[in-house]
């Protein structure tokens, strides 16, 4: 006997699946022909938005805007497995985005409602996770690189040797604690391409970081920045994001991608079906699209933006950083996740699993 | 029996430092070795507690080295909407699922301390299945199951939060029930016969003998239920939607980005509230205390 | 304790309450991971009920065995750790006077209505390496070389040549630091309830037989509190086996517990079917301790009761 407990579509089900989870919805089921109500929920990561976007939105549109956050993809991933509780604007990475559209659980955007697309940067414009744009329009992208403290590594830790070969940093190297990424960038380091599947590849890295083990300080919890602060590590894998947080905080503390490349990380603004609000969450993304808009939130947030006009607006000391906007000789290296199949997904965390049991 | 460790007076001149009293053999209270050990684990409980308020006052936005003084996170915090939202959320939920909690627990503890009946290790176990169930199944299991039978949307507060409350109340009440059942093992069912026998019903020995018999199992397990809804993240993540968010979820997405001392002011509001809350409670009590006797 | 048919309208009307509410509220959704446990997963989303044994059989596999002993170790030396500590706090309370109780009880639970994230946290601060821990040793190592120093012993340097913080953090000793801290409340509070109505005429004839505080410890209190203990623990030591957030925030690079592979198989995983197999064996086990335990203590209760 097989039953399938997979989600099912309808309006029935609609109803459903996202009062079921939330039981707080405050707007009523959607009818085709109602006016949507002015409201709009936004689930996003915390701070990842500009200062004061929800009221400036708000204040040219008389939508209101509830944003709620969460933590991280696969939190956004199992909330909304079971059905939308209730969200019309969600942003995953695009690892995410890819595993989304498979799982049939976006809406389609619709082109002709986004004019400010065209403010995109030529290389965002389409995509290979999302060919067409179908489903997703970018927000920021980033790099996963080393964060480190000037004063304390002999020369610029350019290369992942230095967090998964070397013992000179002995006890003050931190890993991030996301299983698939450290064993991506070990694959980097070996100079394959992380994205690879081989098995025996995959173990090969797996004793690597094994014996790194006893030089390694913890795997952060998102905090690796907070770590290098403190002084706590002297390196660390971070997303550049977070490290120029607290380099706006403490001079001596630096960004690098290594040479053998880093991770290129893209977040994608999408409509996750069965949206009680499409209408106000397209007009929504439009209005980031824009360029004094976009301007303002990459202004406050200081990742890359994929929007170029907003970036043309910004002054040098953002637009030209290198920790943001790493030169296209460092990108080059970089590779974005892809998502491989529910197989190549278990081999990674049994592989986690053995490394962090060893 | 007098009042452990305070010798009766008897008209004698008030009591004034005693240590010139002797210790007596059950008077532990007084012992130094007790007083000792309590001071240091309440020093072990609220260095970190110290810190988190102390910090909540640090001028520096990631909160890792201080700073400076300032008060403006507590401004911000206070004027987070959203935070007080689920600040507020929190606390109702945690207040209706201690009564409930109390409440089931409570009769849980009755049936199984007083009864015989077929299949009750089964049910003991079952009992102990909410304890006993890593949280984070449980979650999954509240989310699978109210998405599965349609549990109702579109209700006003507080009824939108009904989902929460639910689900907590079904984790704590078999801790309550745990805590009252210790305390009751140690009744004496003579006491509930001689109410009996000098006719009072049912229902009037169970409101006068062995109620106030358990009140001390009521009130820790009650604190106990508090605890855990208040604190609650994993559970109340899988069954919380848009509009129900409560403290500790809040504060975990906020958190994973940016320590900030706003959430440290949070928390102190918290704390503070809550003792102020707990006071008043007990205060009331007192009261009501004096003016039945 | 008497037979149900004895009194069957009071025994219905206390049962009935706890019995739905169980059932419906918690064995059902129960029931629902359960036949998950046995299913596969298809793609993204969709999961088949096979009803397979291959779950199961993947969790008892020789890595996940490991984790559990591990995991179970852990959460046994946090609850000993937390009934030698609570133990005396409990006792306290119990003889303070009566003004003082709720007071002292008040004081020990208030710590756990802060935030557990930012307990945490605060933990962290005290615990690493420029931490206050280290701070006030290090202080403290000042002060003796000082006094060195005025004793002409400075040259030696004795203290050896620079303060070596203690690495309190990110290691197992963090992780059980961390448990014992939030699994103290579930320790005193079971113990208060079951001291409290303890007949302290017992102690009082024990101490008058001529027996030492130590012995009437021993013989006397600790088995009467029996009850009182046997819930603490239980209370204390699962939740401490299924704790994720604070190995995960405080332990090192060796402190995976058990929960955190759950907790995978539930997020980064994406599989469901795993993770509710994993949780049902960590449920199976410390159900059939508990049952165990149930069945042995039943000729104890008889006398308890007596």
């Excluded at chain 1, 200062?51 to 204040?59: A, K, M, P, Q």
């Excluded at chain 2, 300032?70 to 207040?95: H, M, P, R, V």
């Excluded at chain 3, 209505?113 to 420029?130: D, K, P």
Aim: net charge negative; proline share 5%; charged share 20%.
């Amino acid at each position: 006997m097989t039953i399938h407990l997979g989600r099912r579509f309808g309006r029935r089900s609609f109803l459903a699946g996202s009062g079921a989870v939330a039981a707080g919805l405050a707007f009523g089921p959607r009818f085709a022909h109602a006016a949507e109500e002015k409201r709009l929920n936004f689930y996003n990561w915390d701070t990842y938005i500009g200062e004061s976007t929800l009221d400036d939105f708000n204040g040219a549109t008389g939508i209101e805007v509830k944003m709620d956050l969460y933590a991280d993809n696969d939190e956004l991933f199992a909330k909304l497995k079971e059905g939308n509780p209730g969200y019309d604007v969600i942003v995953p990475t695009n690892d995410f985005v890819e595993r989304m559209i498979e799982a049939k659980m976006l809406e389609e955007i619709d082109h002709s409602k986004i004019p400010n697309k065209v403010n995109l940067d030529p290389n965002f414009q389409d995509t290979n996770f999302d060919p067409g744009r179908k489903h997703s329009m970018p927000y920021m992208w980033g790099t996963i690189g080393i964060g480190y403290r000037k004063s304390r590594v002999d020369s610029v830790p350019d290369s992942w040797k230095w967090l998964y070969d070397s013992d000179r940093y002995a006890g003050k190297i931190a890993l991030l604690a996301d299983g698939s990424t450290c064993i991506q960038m070990g694959l980097k380091y070996m100079g394959h391409s992380l994205n690879a599947t081989d098995p025996a590849l995959i173990a090969k890295v797996e004793e690597m970081i094994i014996r790194q083990k006893p030089h390694i300080k913890t795997f952060a919890e998102d905090n690796g920045q907070d770590l290098l602060l403190s002084g706590e590590v002297d390196l660390t894998m971070e997303w550049n994001g977070d490290i120029l947080q607290v380099m706006a905080e403490d001079d001596d503390i630096g960004y690098a991608v290594p040479q053998e490349g880093g991770l290129l990380w893209q977040d994608c603004l999408c409509i996750p079906k069965g949206a009680p609000h499409p209408e106000n969450a397209h007009a929504f993304i439009n209005y980031i699209l824009d360029a004094e808009a976009g301007a303002a939130i990459a202004d406050f947030i200081q990742y890359a933006t994929a929007n170029q006009a907003a970036k043309d607006l910004l002054p040098p000391e953002y637009s030209e950083n290198p920790a943001i906007f790493p030169p296209d000789s460092v990108t080059a290296k970089c590779e974005a996740s892809l998502y491989l199949g529910t197989d190549h997904v278990r081999m990674m965390d049994e592989a986690w699993t053995r490394i962090l049991a060893a | 029996m007098a009042a452990i460790g305070i010798p009766s007076r008897n008209g004698a001149a008030p009591r004034r430092w005693r240590r010139s009293e002797p210790i007596g053999p059950l008077d532990y209270g007084r012992r130094l070795w007790l007083r000792l050990s309590v001071g240091a684990v309440l020093l072990f409980l609220y260095v970190p507690i110290i810190t988190l308020m102390a910090f909540s006052f640090n001028d520096s936005r990631r909160n890792i080295v201080w700073n400076g003084f300032t008060l403006k996170y507590y401004e911000k915090a206070l004027n987070n909407d959203s935070l007080l939202l689920a600040f507020g959320n929190s606390l109702t939920i945690a207040l209706i699922s201690t009564i409930f909690s109390v409440l089931l627990g409570a009769l849980a503890a009755v049936v199984l301390w007083r009864f015989h009946f077929p299949g009750k290790p089964s049910y003991e176990g079952a009992m102990a299945l909410p304890i006993v169930i890593p949280e984070i199944c449980m979650g999954v299991a509240m989310l699978v199951f109210f998405a599965r039978i349609g549990w109702p949307a579109n209700m006003p507060w507080p009824l939108n939060l009904s989902a929460i409350i639910i689900a907590h109340i079904s984790f704590s009440f078999p801790f309550v029930a745990m805590v009252v059942r210790a305390r009751l093992v140690n009744f004496n069912r003579e006491l509930e016969e001689a109410a009996k026998d000098l006719g009072a019903s049912e229902w009037q020995t169970f409101r006068d003998v062995l109620i106030p018999f358990m009140r001390p199992g009521l009130v820790a397990g009650g604190l106990l239920a508090f605890t855990l809804s208040l604190d609650d993240f994993v559970i109340t993540f899988f069954t919380s939607g848009p509009d129900t968010v409560t403290f500790p979820v809040k504060v975990y997405s906020m958190v994973r980005f940016s320590v900030t001392p706003e959430v440290n002011a949070a928390s102190a509001v918290l704390i503070v509230v809550t003792i102020a809350l707990t006071v008043a409670a007990m205060w009331l009590q007192n009261r009501a205390g004096k003016r039945n006797s | 304790m008497e037979h149900w048919r004895r009194s069957p309208l009071v025994f219905w009307a206390t049962s009935l309450p706890p019995t739905f509410w169980l059932v419906a509220f918690f064995l059902a959704p129960l029931a629902i991971v359960w036949v998950l446990s046995f299913g596969e997963k298809q793609g993204l989303i969709a999961i088949a009920i096979t009803w397979t044994f291959d779950n199961y059989g993947r969790a008892l596999n020789a890595l996940y065995l490991e984790i559990f002993a591990k995991s179970m170790w852990m959460a046994a030396v946090t609850t000993f750790i937390c009934l030698v500590v609570a133990f005396p706090v409990a006792f306290a309370i119990t003889f303070a006077p009566e003004r003082w109780k709720p007071v002292l009880l008040l004081l020990v639970i208030l710590p756990f209505w802060t935030n557990l994230l930012i307990r945490t946290y605060a933990l962290i601060a005290v615990l690493r390496t420029r931490g206050y821990v280290n701070f006030t040793l290090e202080w403290f190592w000042d002060q003796g070389n000082w006094l060195l120093t005025l004793l002409g012993l400075g040259e030696a340097q004795l203290l050896g040549e620079r303060f070596e913080p203690l690495t309190l953090l990110y290691n197992n000793f963090a992780v059980v630091f961390g448990l014992v801290y939030v699994g103290l409340p579930f320790m005193v509070l079971p113990l208060y309830a079951s001291l409290d109505r303890m007949d302290r005429s017992y102690i009082e004839a024990s101490l008058d037989l001529g027996a030492s505080q130590f012995r009437t410890l021993f013989t006397i209190v600790i088995p009467l509190a029996k009850a009182g203990i046997i819930s603490g623990v239980i209370i204390t030591f699962i939740p401490a086996m299924g704790s994720f957030l604070t190995p995960d925030l405080l332990g090192g690079t060796d402190s995976q517990m058990i929960a955190n592979v759950i907790e995978r198989q539930f997020k980064s995983a994406n599989d469901w079917p795993f993770g509710s197999a994993l949780s049902f064996i960590l449920m199976y086990a410390t159900f059939f301790a508990l049952a165990l335990r149930a069945m042995l203590s039943k000729s104890g209760s008889a006398m308890e009761a007596g």
